[in-house]
């Protein structure tokens, strides 16, 4: 047809051909089906990889388009959601809040249920000193609830300090960590007594110093350490902490030992104070309580 | 020479194109019909013998890669480049809108061809529905896209001649 149409033939002439071609190509082709398989197959295989190729163009090119469509909309919808996350975050916020002050209640309240004897007053720490541990701290109660200087102060499951100042509606409280406390502590199992000593330096690593204790006494690591019945302040058999390190000193004559506190002092917001002085107790609870033997 | 390999790569570029980038050319779901935009433009640019080969040749393609029937596109083709030819008498290098008007000419025959041979001897009668439906939109994005694609086959059959003549 080619040659026809360059030898300046009618193109009416190349028309009857070509359809006289055509019909012949499609009478063919209906009639032996797969007689042109191979050139299909030939064809094909040239023009695939093209599709392919253009394909994967088109569909760079509609993921990108989608992508700016998108980004329109992931930016507003991020507004949205940042303006959303920000009044969620406020919201969380407070429950989070409520949640931890419902948990220090809750404890204060197991811590209740163990020491119900004693009448108790729950404050909270308003006022701490800018050390990383508390040692000297301010509660939201004072006289007017009851509160007097002495009282002994507890908190999740022990000894947390004594009140060394009341005021009219806060005190102040000095915590067993502080380098200025010393407390008469017992060990539970033995009954040996000792002094339970705030030492500034070992106050970062969280323990505290035993001083006095025994040589003789039969103590080992872990043992509990509660407030002694001698004790002039604090009433007697609060937990204190657990005992470890023990050494015998060089005067060989006590040991002495490190303590860890019971009470997470760093972690420290909600507090009990036990309402009654150990002065008018001390003849009566040595023979009410079981721990003395 | 150099012409003939200009036209094969020009229907190489738009069965492809037409072929692969459908899922995202297609606007409700009909493809402009790039070969037809082909055929007829060369043809309305060259005569019928130019659009006649074209025609038969892109069409032959057609059938080989999708036909069931090798030569029945090949046959449309060549009838719609042979009658596009006849507008050669009224060429105007400068008019961009008369080819547009022969492309949708050219397509509403290649349509109603494919109709008769494909659906109505299958006796599908509903001709205004496939109208309707598939040939109009067909038409429309057609043109469309003729607007671009004969600007486009304009300057490369503009650069030929030229090239043509300086040879000469």
């Known amino acids: ?293 | 020479m150099k012409r003939g390999i200009i036209y094969f790569i020009e229907i190489i570029i738009c069965l492809v194109l037409q072929s692969s980038l459908y899922p995202f050319i297609s606007l409700a779901n009909v493809m402009p019909n790039l070969l037809i935009i082909l055929v007829v433009s060369t043809a309305y640019m060259r005569g019928k013998t130019t659009g006649m080969i074209i025609g038969f040749f892109s069409g032959l393609l057609l059938d080989i890669l999708y036909g069931n029937l090798i030569g029945l596109y090949a046959l449309f083709q060549m009838l719609i480049g042979y009658m596009a030819g006849f507008a050669n008498a009224i060429y105007s290098e400068d008019d961009y809108t008369l080819p547009l008007v022969f492309v949708a000419i050219g397509d509403f025959i290649y349509q109603f061809l494919y109709y008769v041979f494909e659906f109505l001897l299958r006796g599908k009668l509903d001709f205004p529905y496939y109208f309707r439906t598939i040939i109009v939109p067909e038409i429309i994005y057609t043109v469309a896209a003729a607007t671009i694609v004969y600007k486009l086959l304009h300057m490369v059959n503009h650069r030929l001649i030229r090239d043509e003549n300086k040879e000469e």
Not at chain 1, 113 to 123: G, M, N, S, T
């Open chain 1, 1 to 293: 047809m080619r040659r026809r149409a360059r030898y300046n033939f009618k193109p009416k002439h190349g028309l009857i051909v070509g359809v006289i071609l055509c019909i012949i190509l499609i009478i063919l082709s209906f009639r032996f089906e797969g007689i042109f398989y191979p050139v299909r197959n030939a064809v094909g295989t040239v023009i695939t990889p093209m599709q392919q190729g253009i394909n994967t163009v088109g569909t760079f090119i509609s993921d990108r388009m989608e992508t700016l469509k998108n980004i329109r909309e992931l930016i507003q919808e991020n507004k949205k959601l940042k303006d959303q996350v920000s009044v969620l975050s406020y919201e969380n916020k407070l429950l989070l809040q409520n949640k931890y002050e419902l948990d220090e209640l809750r404890k204060l309240y197991e811590l209740d249920q163990k020491y119900f004897d004693y009448p108790k007053v729950a404050a909270r720490i308003i006022d701490k000193d800018i050390n990383n541990w508390y040692n000297v701290f301010t509660i939201d109660k004072g006289t007017k609830d009851g509160l007097a200087v002495d009282m002994n102060v507890l908190a999740g499951s022990g000894l947390v300090g004594i009140i060394t100042e009341c005021y009219y509606n806060h005190s102040v409280v000095r915590a067993i960590i502080d380098d200025k406390s010393a407390v008469q502590g017992m060990f539970l199992k033995t009954s040996d007594t000792c002094f339970v000593q705030g030492d500034l330096k070992l106050m970062e690593k969280g323990k505290i110093r035993v001083n006095f204790i025994s040589k003789d006494a039969q103590i080992e690591d872990g043992y509990e350490v509660v407030t002694a019945h001698t004790s002039p302040k604090y009433l007697q058999g609060i937990l204190i902490g657990y005992v470890s390190d023990i050494k015998l000193d060089s005067s060989n004559m006590t040991k002495t030992a490190y303590l860890t506190p019971a009470v997470d002092f760093e972690r420290l917001s909600e507090v009990l104070i036990i309402t009654e002085l150990k002065e008018p107790l001390i003849k009566e609870l040595p023979e009410e309580d079981p721990s003395i033997d």
